[in-house]
């Protein structure tokens, strides 16, 4: 094994074990809503892409069309995400986040940010900016935004 991967299988095991701290909070937010692990991961998925076709969160989830169609209704059930149709094609039907559902995101995102802070309170103003820069390197770029001391 090399070093990199060494350093690499370090850097998981810390980041697993910090995610975990603030896990217990977490799911019981999500335990009230009464989520199964495929809804979460369909739910996460348009929440990161914006409106997307469920087609696209099906082949993201490496699932058949008819049980994307299933997960998502349930989503929409409860009330966490929207389903139109496409005004380009009315065979495609558009998922998005509801105001529920940004709320869900805003309530563990508070969660996971006051576990955050309560990480990262010990450590000195240069390690926070350096670790700043580091989350901002591991930042898909996307056009108009560079990270932090890259290149323009």
Excluded: C
């Excluded at 090399?2 to 977490?26: F, V």
């Excluded at 989520?35 to 348009?46: D, G, K, P, S, V």
């Amino acid at each position: 094994m090399t070093e990199r991967d060494q350093l690499r299988e370090e850097i998981g095991s810390l980041w697993l074990r910090l995610l975990a701290l603030g896990l217990p909070e977490q799911t019981s937010s999500l335990l009230d809503y009464n989520l199964t692990l495929q809804q979460l991961r369909a739910f996460a998925f348009i929440f990161a892409h914006g409106e997307t076709p469920i087609s696209k969160v099906g082949e993201a989830l490496g699932i058949r069309p008819n049980v994307a169609t299933g997960i998502t209704h349930r989503l929409v059930d409860r009330g966490l995400i929207d389903r139109r149709e496409d005004p380009d094609d009315r065979r495609i039907r558009l998922l998005s986040v509801t105001n529920s559902g940004l709320a869900l995101i805003d309530e563990l995102s508070g969660i996971v940010l006051a576990k955050g802070r309560e990480m990262i309170d010990h450590l000195s103003d240069q390690q926070l900016r350096q670790l700043r820069d580091l989350f901002a390197a591991m930042e898909p770029e996307s056009e108009g935004r560079r990270a932090p001391g890259s290149e323009t």
